[in-house]
Nanobody, 122 residues
Framework: QVRLLESGGGSVQAGGSLRLSCIAT????????MGWFRQALGKEREGVAV???????RYADSLKGRFTISQDQPKNTLYLQMNNLEPEDTAMYYC????????????????WGQGTQVTVSS
C-alpha cells in the first residue's frame, strides 16, 4: 500500500522560509514524477513543482524561483524548500506520486498525501 506523509507546514511571516518533507512508503520513485501541489481556500489545486527519478525538475511559472524541489531517494523522501514566502502562498500543500506521468497536472498523479498547511501572514 502506497502512503505519502507530508510534514513541515506551519505559520510564518512574509519573507520567511519553510521546508516541507514527504516520506513515501510502499512506493519507489523509479519512473514518472513526484511533486508538490497546493490548494488555497476557494481555489483549484495547482501544481507547484515536480521532479523525476534523475533529478529533472519543473516549476510553476508563478513561483519566480522561490521554491526548490529535491529528493533523497535512499530515504524515499521528497522535499520542498520554500523561501521568501508571500501571503499568496497560504494553502494546503500536498505531496503526490505519478508512476507514469511527469508534469504539473494533478490528473496525472495516482497517489496523494493528506496535506500539510502553510500559512503566511503579512
Amino acid at each position: 500500500q502506497v502512503r505519502l506523509l507530508e510534514s513541515g507546514g506551519g505559520s510564518v511571516q512574509a519573507g520567511g522560509s519553510l521546508r516541507l518533507s514527504c516520506i513515501a512508503t510502499g512506493y519507489k520513485h523509479s519512473s514518472g514524477g513526484m511533486g508538490w501541489f497546493r490548494q488555497a481556500l476557494g481555489k483549484e489545486r495547482e501544481g507547484v513543482a515536480v521532479i523525476d527519478p534523475y533529478g529533472r525538475t519543473r516549476y510553476a511559472d508563478s513561483l519566480k524561483g522561490r521554491f526548490t524541489i529535491s529528493q533523497d531517494q535512499p530515504k524515499n523522501t521528497l522535499y520542498l524548500q520554500m523561501n521568501n514566502l508571500e501571503p499568496e502562498d497560504t494553502a494546503m500543500y500536498y505531496c503526490a506520486a505519478a508512476p507514469s506521468y511527469y508534469g504539473l497536472k494533478s490528473a496525472g498523479f495516482d497517489y496523494w498525501g493528506q496535506g500539510t498547511q502553510v500559512t503566511v501572514s503579512s
